[in-house]
Every structure is written in structure tokens, then in C-alpha cells.
């Protein structure tokens, strides 16, 4: 089992900055690929980024490239998400996710994720 808490969201303005943490606790082997995603009330649930933490590789959804990166602390277990020049359509509920069964170039924004945090809300406003 794998458990995911997300922190850091909030209200900023547009072109403002948030950092969004994810601590995960449970099996390591199984939170090897972990994630970000989002949703706004009436839309689909949207990929944002994805981190294979043994190598570090990451994969972004191609909207998003250049504004936010996924980093990771290994020693306290937590998944980052830079969010930068953030615009009002950012506003969301941003979820990590772990893919227990993806590895290496497999842990993508298409892997399976089966195990979820509760979500931080973002919300870019003026």
C-alpha cells in the first residue's frame, strides 16, 4: 500500500508561483513512479507530470512544459511541483498519484495509477 498527502496549494495571482508537496509513506517499491494530475469542476481529470524516482526522468504534459516541473526529495520521500507564470486556467484540484506496476520509460502520463491523495486546491485569481 501506498499513501499519498498532498500539500502547498492555495490562491495566487496570475503569474504568480505555488510549489505543491507530496509525501508518500507505505511501500517504496511501489511509489516508484509517481505523478501529478488535475480537475476543474465539469472537466476530465488532466495529466500534468510524471517523475520515475530512481533515474529522475520525468514526462509533461505538453501544455504545461516550460511552467512546471516535478522534482523530488528522495531522503523524506516527498514529490514536488513547481508551478511558475501560473494563469487563471491553472485553477484546480491537483492530485499525486502513485503507478505501482510502471518503471523506467514506462512511468508516463499514461501508466495506470492506482493509488491517490486527497488533492490541494489551487486557485489563480486576481
Known amino acids: 500500500q501506498v499513501q499519498l498527502v498532498e500539500s502547498g496549494g492555495g490562491s495566487v495571482q496570475p503569474g504568480g508561483s505555488l510549489r505543491l508537496s507530496c509525501a508518500a509513506s507505505g511501500s517504496t517499491v511501489r511509489s516508484k513512479c509517481m505523478g501529478w494530475f488535475r480537475q476543474s469542476p465539469g472537466k476530465e481529470r488532466e495529466g500534468v507530470a510524471t517523475?520515475?524516482?530512481?533515474?529522475?526522468?520525468?514526462d509533461y504534459a505538453d501544455s504545461l512544459k516550460g511552467r512546471f516541473t516535478i522534482s523530488q526529495d528522495i531522503t523524506n520521500n516527498t514529490v514536488f511541483l513547481q508551478m511558475n507564470s501560473l494563469k487563471p486556467e491553472d485553477t484546480a484540484m491537483y492530485y499525486c498519484?502513485?503507478?505501482?506496476?510502471?518503471?523506467?520509460?514506462?512511468?508516463?502520463?499514461?501508466?495506470?495509477?492506482?493509488?491517490w491523495g486527497q488533492g490541494t486546491q489551487v486557485t489563480v485569481s486576481s
Open positions: 517523475t520515475y524516482r530512481p533515474d529522475g526522468s520525468a
Open positions: 498519484a502513485a503507478a505501482p506496476a510502471a518503471g523506467g520509460r514506462w512511468c508516463n502520463l499514461r501508466s495506470v495509477f492506482s493509488y
